[in-house]
């Protein structure tokens, strides 16, 4: 299934700092513009899903009708250059891809309840998964999630069988796979995690409070009670996620706690029942996964036939940059990685014996 193996660039290639502060700054180089037509959902409680929707520019290796529902990193979406190369190659590939656009994340689409993106709501991205299934019922799925997105598809696909139907693979691209574990590295200084850890807060405190009327206004009965103005001061004066996570993020979804919000947001204790081949991506250099953490993946690989985890000595965080010594390609190990994934899960089903959904399910959980 892996055919290559990942060579950074040679000067600043080894360098998960470089790597990620690249995906940071730039997402991509030189990134393509592919056109999608963005679609909206009404959620029960008042809130606005959107999503933009991309038709394959080829045919399938295969010959069969794919669509690829990815879910992007915190506070993404689809117009994120990391996101639009990545789907541009996948069309390329005879792939239609779906793209989640994070509640609140984009600048031009105002939020219709007080609510934003959690870290582990699978909420909108069930919606997109359910627009697709009924819009095109003769596709076929391959779920993909980038960094707090692969939090997010793990724990969708995990929550329910039912959610894993028509599924026919997910990759989970640089995620932490436990907030909870996760926390306490956040706030040390090795690999400078506390530096990207100020750095991601700086920048969620800019969306929520582009959103503030909407979350704290006085006038809006929806708003959940337990948040307050004093949240809004404690978010003024906040350095890091988690503080963001206590004085407001929790509060959307009724946590009594921290420590319960990141427990039940987590993918943890959903993925031993994901039962469709599952492909996990981490790189051993990247600053925001503490290197602890990784003993999740491995284990599940080494319980689990289905699950496979692939870990580069480099990459940083959703980097995998390749190309000449000091230039970066558009194109990088990881979205060639997870399309090759695809096509080879896509050969695959195509070629075994086929059974029926509940034979599926039994052979899953034996």
Known sequence: LLP??????????????????????????????????RKYLTMPDGATATFDLFEPCSEHCT???????ICPGIANHSEKQYIRTFVDYAQKNGYRC?????????????????RMFTYGCTWEFGAMVNYIKKTYPQ?????VGFSLGGNIVCKYLGESQANQERVLCCVSVCQGYSA??????????????????????????KIILSHRHVLFGDNNMKKPQSLSDADLGKLYTATSLMQIDD??????????????????????QYLHRIYVPLLLVNAADDPLVHESLLSIPR????????????????????????????????????????????????QWEK????????????????
Request: aromatic share 10%.
């Open 180 to 205: 909870l574990r996760a926390q306490e590295t956040f706030m040390q200084w090795d690999h400078c995690r506390r530096f990207y850890n100020f750095l991601m807060a700086d920048n969620m405190k």
């Open 63 to 69: 010959g069969e009708d794919v669509t690829m529902v």
């Open 4 to 37: 290559f193996r990942y060579i950074p660039p040679l000067i600043w290639g080894k360098s998960g700092h470089i790597q990620t502060a690249l995906y940071g700054k730039m997402g991509r180089v030189r990134s393509p513009h592919p056109y999608g037509l």
């Open 247 to 268: 004085n407001v993020m929790r509060k959307f979804h009724g946590y009594s706690s921290l420590k319960e919000y990141y427990e039940e947001e987590s993918c943890l």
């Open 139 to 143: 596709t076929q799925l391959v779920v």
């Open 351 to 366: 070629t075994k014996p086929h059974c029926s959904d509940t034979e599926q399910a039994v052979s899953g959980q034996e």
């Open 299 to 346: 284990a599940l690989s080494e319980k689990r036939e289905n699950v496979m985890h692939v870990l580069p000595l480099h990459g940083g965080h959703l980097g995998f940059f390749e190309g000449s010594v000091l230039f970066p390609e558009p194109l990088t190990w990881m979205d060639k990685l997870v399309v090759q994934y695809a096509n080879a899960i896509c």
């Open 98 to 114: 779906a793209v989640l656009n994070h509640l609140g994340a984009l600048p031009n689409i105002e939020l219709t309840s007080p």
